[in-house]
């Protein structure tokens, strides 16, 4: 079955820096998600983006946070200045068309020292 | 804000035994979605219910949708050991919404 790919699968990095998550989405698949797991608690949802747009946001997407597809094939999460707080595993998801099936990528785990 | 709440949150069982996964709400939802979550992987769709009422089999797993389209439920006859795993159910809003508003998931241990 074809895959999400997430890199890098694991992000350390120091509070106050940048980071860019990236991901793979499946190649005929046009609606894509980026979701976000604190370790024991519930998988939220972040951002849907669909026709190079953002189509909507949680109230966690502050202005902290980003998403682009700058090559068409890619698609990013840049959070701009981390957190403590931002340590999550972040989940990108992606689906051919509206309500269809939706596909999870492994996951990049962020630790935010 | 929608909350879905699942029971149990932990569940241990012997091979071959039965059991039921609850995920309750006090909002509709437009679907409701079931997954299962290995360890560092993403979860991955078992099946999505519609319409009130509706009943899914997927070999021994029987999914189930409220007639109000509330609550969910996931039974599971003569458990295996390959079972063992978080399952999570995922509710789609109503209204054009979206996202996808998870439980907090049942992690299952089937012991041989």
């Known amino acids: 079955e074809p895959e999400v790919t997430q890199t890098p699968s694991h992000q350390v990095t120091q509070m106050g820096q940048e980071v860019i998550l990236r991901c793979v989405p499946i190649s005929n698949h046009l609606y894509f998600y980026w979701y976000r797991q604190i370790l024991g608690q519930k998988v939220e949802f972040l951002v849907s983006?669909?026709?190079?747009?953002?189509?909507?946001k949680s109230e966690i997407f502050d202005d902290q946070f980003s998403v682009e597809r700058p090559d068409g094939s890619n698609f990013t999460l840049k959070i701009r200045s981390t957190k403590l707080e931002d340590s999550a595993m972040y989940f990108c998801?992606?689906?051919?068309?509206?309500?269809?099936?939706?596909?999870f990528g492994s996951g990049t785990q962020l630790s935010v020292l | 804000t929608q909350l879905l709440e699942q029971s149990p949150q932990f569940l241990s069982i012997q091979e071959g035994e039965n059991l039921t996964v609850y995920c309750n709400s006090s909002?509709?939802?437009?679907?409701l979605q079931w997954y299962r979550q290995e360890p560092g992987e993403g979860p991955v769709l078992l099946v999505t219910v519609v319409t009130g009422g509706e009943v899914k089999k997927l070999k021994r797993l029987t999914f189930q949708f409220g007639d109000a389209r509330k609550d969910s439920s996931l039974h599971i006859t003569a458990a295996q050991p390959g079972d063992t795993g978080l399952y999570l159910c995922a509710g789609e809003s109503q209204g054009g919404s979206e996202k996808l508003v998870f439980g907090k998931g049942t992690k299952l241990t089937v012991n041989p």
């Open positions: 909002s509709v939802f437009s679907s």
């Open positions: 998801a992606t689906r051919p068309g509206d309500r269809e099936k939706l596909f």
């Open positions: 983006f669909y026709n190079n747009e953002i189509s909507e």
